[in-house]
T-cell receptor
């Protein structure tokens, strides 16, 4: 069975641009979460969706938005990119409490 | 606020036992998880404790004391492949499966 897949794997943007990151959860998983991981730190919670509804939001500015589609895939959008948005963006799917299945991530570099 | 503390680095030799401690301060606590992340890879789930006590999974064990807001991950019979970063994470309210991660403990296993 396929795991969580994310695209693109790497991307480079310039300040002020917009980026869309995509995630496909494990088949049967209805919950998708997004995390930002800066080098040397732990993942930081951005959003969580369950059955296409936002169920949680972390302490991120409104430039960050997300949605979940009827097939449970999800996308994360970031507008007006800043240098500080450079990070690994991780998507995770889950069925139970505490156990997240992470994708390999999308590494974003903002120049 | 919510915070987790774990040592930044631990060094051990092959075959040894190492314990990585995690203390947390949080509200709406559901449970404590542990994740392993190799350089350049995605975090992978190791264990989850919702109740006090010890959970054992092969060479890895995890412990939780809710009254002390404390947990640990015990790694036995260390192997070189165990060299990685280990994150404790608390499941909290505010999301169906919202995790707050610690900054991680970098484990180096030497021959």
């Amino acid at each position: 069975d396929a795991g969580v897949t994310q695209s693109p794997t790497h991307l480079i943007k310039t300040r002020g641009q917009h980026v869309t990151l995509r995630c496909s959860p494990i088949s049967g998983h209805k919950s998708v979460s997004w995390y930002q991981q800066v080098l040397g730190q732990g993942p930081q919670f951005i959003f969580q969706y369950y059955e296409k509804e936002e169920r949680g939001r972390g302490n991120f500015p409104d430039r960050f938005s997300a949605r979940q589609f009827p097939n449970y895939s999800s996308e994360l959008n970031v507008n007006a990119l800043l240098l500080g948005d450079s990070a690994l963006y991780l998507c995770a799917s889950s069925v139970g409490t505490g156990e997240l299945f992470f994708g390999e991530g999308s590494r974003l570099t903002v120049l | 606020g919510q915070s987790l503390e774990q040592p930044s680095e631990v060094t051990a030799v092959e075959g040894a036992i190492v314990q990585i401690n995690c203390t947390y301060q949080t509200s709406g606590f559901y449970g404590l998880s542990w994740y392993q992340q190799h350089d350049g890879g995605a975090p992978t789930f190791l264990s989850y404790n919702a109740l006090d006590g010890l959970e054992e999974t092969g060479r890895f064990s995890s412990f939780l004391s809710r009254s002390d807001s404390y947990g640990y991950l015990l790694l036995q019979e260390l192997q070189m492949k165990d060299s990685a970063s280990y994150f404790c994470a608390v499941s909290v309210t505010g999301g169906y499966n919202k995790l707050i991660f610690g900054a991680g403990t970098r484990l180096a296993v030497h021959p």
